[in-house]
């Protein structure tokens, strides 16, 4: 980890139903960059990340979703919801707020769900993604359907190699 960098100063902002508690990093005029981190993490998991990606030229957004950090609900009278949804539409104002067309997204665990549902709900928002294990979206229809032999085939020695016992040497 670079002990020399921080988060700095977290920034809050108004964004839809929430105050939105975020760190930024970077030039303010860099292709934007919004990290989400995942459940029951925070967003110090992108201290490793931020500084290299702010370095590259990167605005750097990580802001905490709901329910985390300094990240709060505007009314007491809002329903508290974490359906996948309502994180991306958190998001949606969130950019909104900052004033930013587009932007890169990246997550892992709910911050990948929330960047899935922000790719497939709002595309034109959405200049690249990435989205790194955990509740990814999926087709609930499609799932009821068997792969194709050979797809299946593949999944199951992918999973047996992954598992197997050790046998002293790779």
């Known amino acids: ?67 985390y950090g300094t990240t709060k609900f505007l009314s007491a009278d809002t329903m508290r919801n974490g359906q996948p949804a309502a994180l991306g539409e958190d998001m949606i104002h969130l950019m909104d707020a900052l004033k930013i067309d587009k932007a890169i997204l990246a997550g892992f665990d709910w911050g990948a769900r929330t960047a899935n549902v922000v790719a497939a709900l709002w595309p034109g928002r959405v200049r690249a993604m990435v989205s790194v294990s955990g509740y990814l979206i999926g087709n609930r229809d499609a799932a009821k359907a068997p792969l194709p032999p050979a797809a299946e085939l593949q999944v199951v020695v992918s999973v047996l190699f992954r598992y197997r016992p050790r046998q002293g040497r790779i």
Do not use: C, T
């Open 1 to 67: 980890m670079n002990s020399n960098w921080s988060l700095g100063p977290i920034k809050q902002i108004d964004a839809g139903l929430l105050d939105v508690g975020y760190a930024e990093a970077g030039p303010s005029n860099g292709p934007v960059v919004i990290l989400l981190h995942g459940w029951p993490y925070d967003i110090y998991s992108f201290a490793e990340a931020a500084p290299l990606l702010a370095a590259a030229g990167y605005r750097v957004i990580i802001p905490w979703l709901r329910g």
